[in-house]
T-cell receptor, first 119, second 112 residues
Framework: DAGVIQSPRHEVTEMGQEVTLRCKPISGHNSLFWYRQTMMRGLELLIYFNNNVPIDDSGMPEDRFSAKMPNASFSTLKIQPSEPRDSAVYFC?????????????????FGPGTRLTVL | KNQVEQSPQSLIILEGKNCTLQCNYTVSPFSNLRWYKQDTGRGPVSLTIMTFSENTKSNGRYTATLDADTKQSSLHITASQLSDSASYICVVSASGNNRLAFGKGNQVVVIP
C-alpha cells in the first residue's frame, strides 16, 4: 500500500488566493482527518470525516476553511481567501476505525504533509 | 492551557547515549496515550500506545512508561542512533468523546 497520499507537497501562494490541498487515504480506511502543524501550536485537528461524512469540524479556524470528502478515496481542504497566518504544514491522516470507537486500535496513519506558504 | 505538556522542548545527545522524554497530561477521563515519531519533512508515525492498565511498552530501542495516577508518561531511547533525530509527539485520547490532545513535541538531535 502506498500509504496516505497528499498533494501538492509544497505550495507557495499570495495572500487572497484560493488554495486546495488534496488527500487520498489508505484504501479501506473509512476515517479521515485533516491537521495543521505549526511551531507555535503543534498539531491541531481541523476536521474529521467518517464514511465520507464530516463528524467534527470544530477545529476549522474560520469560514475561509472548508473540507469535502466526495468519496472514500479522496478529500480536499480549501482555503479561500488565504492569509499569511495560514502558513503551516497540513497533514491528512486515515484510520480503519472511527475516532469515536476509541480503544488502542484506532491508530491514525499520516501522509507526508503539504507545506503551505502564503506570502 | 495545553492539556499535554512535553519536556524538554529540545535536546542534543551524543550517538550511543540514552535519553528520556517526558509527557504530562491533564486529559480526563483517560483512554490511551500514544507516542509518535516525526522525522523532518514527514508525517508522524506511531511508536507505542498504552491504555490505562499498561505501565510500560517497548518498541525496539524505544520504551514508553505510563503512570496514570500522576498522569505522566516517558519515552526512553536506548543507545541512540543518528536516525533517532526527530520530533517525538505525545498524544492523549479521552474516553467518551475520544478527542485527541497533542503535545508540541520533544525535538531530539543525535550527533556523532
Amino acid at each position: 500500500d502506498a500509504g496516505v497520499i497528499q498533494s501538492p507537497r509544497h505550495e507557495v501562494t499570495e495572500m487572497g488566493q484560493e488554495v486546495t490541498l488534496r488527500c487520498k487515504p489508505i484504501s479501506g480506511h473509512n476515517s479521515l482527518f485533516w491537521y495543521r502543524q505549526t511551531m507555535m501550536r503543534g498539531l491541531e485537528l481541523l476536521i474529521y470525516f467518517n464514511n465520507n461524512v464530516p463528524i467534527d469540524d470544530s477545529g476549522m479556524p474560520e469560514d475561509r476553511f472548508s473540507a469535502k470528502m466526495p468519496n472514500a478515496s479522496f478529500s480536499t481542504l480549501k482555503i479561500q481567501p488565504s492569509e499569511p497566518r495560514d502558513s503551516a504544514v497540513y497533514f491528512c491522516a486515515s484510520s480503519s476505525i472511527p475516532l469515536l470507537a476509541g480503544g488502542p486500535n484506532n491508530e491514525q496513519f499520516f501522509g507526508p504533509g503539504t507545506r503551505l506558504t502564503v506570502l | 492551557k495545553n492539556q499535554v505538556e512535553q519536556s524538554p522542548q529540545s535536546l542534543i545527545i551524543l550517538e550511543g547515549k540514552n535519553c528520556t522524554l517526558q509527557c504530562n497530561y491533564t486529559v480526563s477521563p483517560f483512554s490511551n496515550l500514544r507516542w509518535y515519531k516525526q522525522d523532518t519533512g514527514r508525517g508522524p508515525v506511531s511508536l507505542t500506545i498504552m491504555t490505562f492498565s499498561e505501565n510500560t511498552k517497548s518498541n525496539g530501542r524505544y520504551t514508553a512508561t505510563l503512570d496514570a495516577d500522576t498522569k505522566q508518561s516517558s519515552l526512553h531511547i536506548t543507545a541512540s542512533q543518528l536516525s533517532d533525530s526527530a520530533s517525538y509527539i505525545c498524544v492523549v485520547s479521552a474516553s467518551g468523546n475520544n478527542r485527541l490532545a497533542f503535545g508540541k513535541g520533544n525535538q531530539v538531535v543525535v550527533i556523532p
